[in-house]
């Protein structure tokens, strides 16, 4: 495991850095970013995501800490411990409660989900839809999300201080878009444009890695 989280772990920061201090061509950067979206997805699937199931060590601090990483890459901790451990993992698949397949009807996870003409069609526009699903969670997903844990009050029950999640929300956000834009933008000659091009661009990439990920683990007939 720790191999792995600093074999993933540099893989994002080497070419980050690389894009930052060094003027490279633009294909390089082209696999520069790719390389840095595949770590993406990576750090969430084989670092965070063990993690925050307790299961990257048997020392929960251990666990506690690297689930983190999930807030290093611009998404939130909280947010997904409740959504995937308690949501997903104890109403796995059941239509109304496993958030995993709602998805405001735009593709069809479950029987039981309304069927609409254009679900004939998922199998093709789906997988657009995966290439912006981080891009959507590090943007808005959280902040939305956190409201609706609060609403139906996981955090009552855990007895844990919500204003003290959303204070980390904010600040881990603050953190993730100030080295993905404010860096680049003060310490290379990069515009504006060319960053934020870069930067949906690695969640495309990343968005379509969970997304293969997604429909090998959700097979529902």
């Avoid at 060319?194 to 997604?214: D, E, Q, R």
């Amino acid at each position: 495991m720790y191999l792995k989280t600093i074999i993933l772990t540099l893989s994002f920061v080497i070419p980050y850095l690389a894009l930052i201090l060094i003027d490279i061509p633009t294909w390089v950067a082209f696999l520069l970013l790719v390389i840095i979206g595949l770590a993406y997805a990576g750090i969430g699937m084989a670092v965070m995501h063990d993690a925050n199931h307790g299961a990257y060590s048997k020392n929960r601090k251990v666990n506690h800490f690297f689930g983190y990483a999930a807030n290093f890459i611009g998404a939130n901790r909280y947010n997904w411990k409740i959504q995937h451990n308690v949501l997903h993992h104890t109403y796995t698949n059941i239509h109304g409660m496993d958030e995993d397949i709602e998805n405001g009807n735009l593709f069809r996870l479950s029987p039981y989900s309304e069927l609409r003409w254009y679900h004939k069609f998922q199998h093709l526009y789906v997988w657009f839809l995966y290439s912006v699903n981080t891009l959507f969670w590090v943007t808005l997903k959280d902040f939305t999300q956190i409201a609706h844990i609060k609403h139906r009050g996981f955090a009552a029950k855990k007895n844990i201080n919500f204003n003290t999640e959303v204070i980390i929300l904010v600040i881990s956000k603050l953190f993730y878009f100030g080295y993905m834009f404010v860096i680049p933008l003060i310490f290379t000659s990069y515009s504006f444009g060319a960053i934020l091009l870069a930067f949906v661009f690695t969640h495309l990439i990343s968005g379509i890695v969970l997304g293969i990920t997604f429909q090998l683990a959700h097979v529902v007939e």
